[in-house]
T-cell receptor, first 111, second 114 residues
Framework: QKEVEQNSGPLSVPEGAIASLNCTYS??????FFWYRQYSGKSPELIMS????GDKEDGRFTAQLNKASQYVSLLIRDSQPSDSATYLC???????????FGTGTSLTVIP | SAVISQKPSRDICQRGTSLTIQCQVD?????MFWYRQQPGQSLTLIAT?????????ESGFVIDKFPISRPNLTFSTLTVSNMSPEDSSIYLC???????????FGPGTRLTVT
């Protein structure tokens, strides 16, 4: 069973702070890693993908990957109330594009 | 990315009946998937919809309960058969982009079984 675990929430941060979301995975063969944002009542929206060890930055979002530690994280800088959502970590091997999702972390940004 | 639509967006069904959910994509895609998201839970992969062949089901999901069709590269259906209240969930289709390994989700179908 491929397991993907995320830090338990809910997570609350003040507006303007850095939100840190963490994810670990069990399958060492995993090659592709994704972060999705899901607003209540909506479907997941892809916000970041990362494939190589290190950091990948996109605007206020930074994804960090450490394959040796089987760990991927998402940092949200200058958090805004509109960032309040559930963040889902997804992991995949290249073959078949099958994704395995974590349980999600609920983030609330307090104005 | 791709533009994905699902029909119906929501439905309330009686126990023992079946519902077919449609997923339409605006471009040809190789990979299509069906997920279930139960209330307050994360996403669980039901199956991979294969064009021209039988779907590949994940552990715990069977063809008799969740038959899937994929007649072409832009369309798929998922049927939830002989429904029970435990099938109340959001059903999501997604498409996989081979060139980037990313997946994009449709808006989902919210199913309530009474």
């Amino acid at each position: 069973q491929k397991e993907v675990e995320q830090n338990s929430g809910p997570l609350s941060v003040p507006e303007g702070a850095i939100a840190s979301l963490n994810c670990t995975y069990s399958d060492r063969g995993s090659q592709s890693f994704f972060w999705y944002r899901q607003y209540s009542g909506k479907s997941p929206e892809l916000i970041m993908s990362i494939y190589s060890n290190g950091d990948k930055e996109d605007g206020r979002f930074t994804a960090q990957l450490n394959k040796a530690s089987q760990y991927v994280s998402l940092l949200i800088r200058d958090s805004q109330p509109s960032d309040s959502a559930t963040y889902l970590c997804a992991v995949s091997a290249y073959t078949g594009n099958q994704f395995y999702f974590g349980t999600g972390t609920s983030l609330t940004v307090i104005p | 990315s791709a533009v994905i639509s699902q029909k119906p967006s929501r439905d309330i069904c009686q126990r023992g009946t079946s519902l077919t959910i449609q997923c339409q994509v605006d471009s040809q895609v190789t990979m299509m998937f069906w997920y279930r998201q139960q209330p307050g839970q994360s996403l669980t992969l039901i199956a991979t919809a294969n064009q021209g062949s039988e779907a590949t089901y994940e552990s715990g999901f069977v063809i008799d309960k969740f038959p899937i069709s994929r007649p072409n590269l832009t369309f798929s259906t998922l049927t939830v058969s002989n429904m029970s209240p435990e099938d109340s969930s959001i059903y999501l289709c997604s498409v996989g982009l081979a060139q980037s390994y990313e997946q994009y989700f449709g808006p989902g179908t919210r199913l309530t079984v009474t």
